[in-house]
């Protein structure tokens, strides 16, 4: 049964995302899980998931005024919400997919204008405060709405990249 595909665990291999459509996959994928855990965030998180959530935001917003790219603080942003589902599935699945989720550490390298890649970090950086407080209101579709919003202009960025690249 070696060769019987659909028994074979669900894998996306580090070197299986190698250009802008790759990441356009990854990006959708996670549209149908985050949009989820966000909603489900609003409506189980705690008092400590929600300091857990904010304490990331607000690092991810320190690092990028020092100009850090703040790839870890913004998977660690994602982790945060997927804790506060209290549901260990979306926390896996996004240790699973670990930092193919936040690909702007190769792609946006190659932006050499750091004003351009500044207001870039704080337009996801007031996505991710939308989030956060959709969260902290325990407003589950709004939640789901910010989060939507997030991953769409994501995957929009993205899709412009690629249009570029043609």
Request: glycine share 2%; no cysteine; aromatic share 2%.
């Given at each position: 049964m070696s060769g019987d595909n659909s028994r074979r665990p669900f894998r996306i291999l580090a070197d299986g995302v190698q250009n802008i459509s790759d990441v356009i996959r990854i990006i959708e994928l996670r549209l149908g899980i985050e949009i989820e855990?966000?909603?489900?965030?609003?409506?189980?998180r705690t008092d400590e998931d929600m300091?857990?959530?904010d304490d990331t935001v607000d690092q991810f917003g320190l690092l990028i005024k020092q100009g850090d790219e703040a790839v870890e603080a913004d998977f660690n942003i994602h982790q945060a919400i997927a804790k506060a589902t209290h549901n260990q599935h979306f926390v896996t699945f996004l240790d699973f997919l670990g930092w193919q989720i936040i690909p702007r550490r190769s792609i946006y390298a190659r932006i050499v204008d750091h004003?351009?890649?500044?207001?870039?970090?704080?337009?996801?950086?007031?996505?991710h405060k939308s989030?956060?407080?959709?969260?902290s209101d325990s407003r589950p579709n709004a939640a789901r709405n910010a989060m939507r919003r997030h991953l769409e202009?994501?995957?929009k960025r993205y899709i412009s990249i690629?249009?570029?690249?043609?």
């Open positions: 855990a966000a909603g489900l965030a609003a409506e189980r300091k857990l959530i004003s351009v890649r500044r207001k870039y970090l704080l337009r996801v950086h007031n996505e989030i956060a407080k959709a969260i202009k994501s995957l690629a249009d570029e690249e043609t």
